[in-house]
């Protein structure tokens, strides 16, 4: 059977640090249509959704020419969100596409989708970047993975993995050791929070209970990794970022234009 690929967008429209972002002009259009136009060129993605609980985010979409789903106002998380949009789907693979990345790659779309395009038993796929500042490594919104010979996770965590011990102990904290050997940075990958999913998988995974892990790290794909399942990381080179405050939709607009 042929793979076939839909990303779906989850937006809300309120934001503690930036109300109404997903509506944020960039460059003359919406942000939310923003990202919708980069997962739309994405190689191996056939089909794009916005789902919203809010009226005004699918009116932008559909405006723009996109397809919108209008969902319940209940979850809590993106992938609740797209869930609910995958029980009405019959494509098979379902991709997270972040709905705050304006300035995400196609080709980082296309490398999350391909490990379940070539290894039929692989659930989930998520992909990472590299950490290039000691304040990324030591800041708690910069989730950290580590990843196994094969690709795999191992574990995600807001704290700094891996932890250099005795670098730090010649130093006496890490973050001396990281201005007194900078390449320590080269072991550790930033995960980005782009996700691709069997659908099967994707709705039996929003159906399990939070796990012990991802309640203490605030992580939801902790939960995945309690219950045995694999996940594959790709590490990309092309950067992200992700809007959350002001001072990143300025720096967005800039890089945009």
């Known amino acids: 059977m042929k793979d076939e690929v839909v990303a779906v967008i989850p937006a809300r429209y309120f934001s503690s640090r930036l109300p109404g972002k997903p509506l944020a002009d960039i460059a003359g259009r919406p942000m939310i249509v923003r990202v919708a136009e980069r997962a739309r060129r994405a190689r191996l993605v056939s089909r794009v959704i916005i789902a919203s609980d809010d009226i005004r985010i699918i009116s932008a979409a559909q405006s723009a020419g996109f397809e919108a789903a209008l969902t319940s106002a ?6 609740d969100r797209i869930a609910e949009v995958a029980r009405n789907l019959s494509e098979n693979i379902i991709v997270n596409v972040q709905g705050d990345e304006p300035l995400l790659s196609p080709a980082t779309i296309d490398a999350a989708v391909e490990p379940l395009i070539f290894d039929r038993e692989l659930q989930m796929s998520t992909t990472c970047e590299p950490i290039e500042s000691a304040h990324d490594l030591l800041d708690p919104n910069a989730v950290k993975v580590v990843v196994d010979a094969s690709g795999n996770a191992l574990y995600f965590s807001r704290s700094p993995i891996p932890f250099p011990r005795d670098s730090a102990s010649r130093y006496g904290s890490l973050p001396e050791a990281l201005t007194a050997q900078p390449e320590l940075l080269n072991a550790c990958n930033r995960h980005t929070g782009l996700y691709a999913y069997r659908r099967d998988f ?8 939070r796990s012990p892990l991802e309640k ?5 794909q902790l939960r995945a990794l309690e219950a045995g399942v694999r996940i594959r990381v790709v590490r990309c080179t092309e950067r992200s970022l992700g809007v959350d405050t002001p001072e990143d939709l300025e720096r967005a607009r800039r890089l945009f234009q």
């Open 202 to 209: 994707l709705l039996q995974f929003a159906s399990m209970p």
């Open 74 to 79: 209940a979850h809590t998380t993106g992938t």
């Open 216 to 220: 203490l790290e605030s992580l939801e």
